[in-house]
């Protein structure tokens, strides 16, 4: 069947929701939560470096990042494999995305405060719009502030029989099913919408 990956990153890990169609309806395939640190200073390279000196601290920016971007796309791999061995076909992944920041530098970060929680807020999201592009899967970057407003659009159905039917797919699979497992759904299904069409 064709599948489409929905994707929502936090601080080191993102929930993967792969959804289908079967039975003319969405059915949720897989959903797992992907780590994308191995050590835990990762998942805030930019707080880890605060109190260092300004060459050591952008080197361990730097390899939060890179580590971070190396495993997206490992996992990214690993999960269009395992897709592939169900026999299934993987059409596009969407990432819920934040607002674009400044051209800011580490250092211009690491200057403030703020900054430093804005950089690593986009840090894995980008991680994962990176990976999906290394995997030759089409991306559908939403904007997770208008995910609710994109899905009405795309799915062709008002926000409370998308909560319902979000909410009915979740029954089927069980616990985690929480917000995070929801909105990756969610996104997931406006693009394999797209694929339908």
């Given at each position: 069947m064709k599948v489409a990956f929905g994707m929502k990153a936090h601080s080191g890990w993102a929930a993967l929701v792969v959804v289908?169609?079967?039975?003319?309806?969405?059915?949720?395939?897989?959903?797992?939560?992907?780590?994308?640190?191995?050590?835990?200073?990762?998942?805030?390279?930019?707080?880890a470096a605060e109190d260092m000196e300004a060459g050591a601290a952008r080197d361990v920016v730097e390899r939060g990042i890179e580590a971070a971007r190396r495993i997206a796309v490992r996992e990214m791999h690993a999960a269009v494999r395992r897709e592939q061995e169900r026999k299934n076909e993987v059409t596009a992944c969407a990432v819920l995305v934040a607002n674009a920041m400044p051209d800011w530098s580490i250092e211009e970060i690491l200057a403030v405060h703020f900054r430093m929680h804005k950089a690593e807020g986009l840090l894995f999201?980008?991680?994962?719009?990176?990976?999906?592009?290394?995997?030759?899967?089409?991306?559908?970057?939403?904007?997770?502030?208008?995910?609710?407003?994109?899905?009405?659009?795309?799915l062709g159905s008002p926000v409370s029989g998308l909560v319902r039917k979000v909410a009915t797919l979740g029954k089927f699979v069980g616990p985690p099913w929480g917000k995070d497992q929801k909105d990756a759904a969610l996104a997931a299904m406006i693009a394999l919408q797209r694929d339908l069409k």
């Open positions: 289908g169609i079967r039975d003319a309806d969405f059915t949720v395939v897989d959903r797992r939560r992907i780590e994308l640190v191995e050590h835990e200073w990762a998942k805030q390279p930019y707080h999201r980008d991680a994962l719009v990176r990976a999906t592009k290394a995997s030759g899967l089409r991306l559908v970057a939403i904007p997770e502030k208008l995910l609710m407003k994109r899905a009405e659009k795309a």
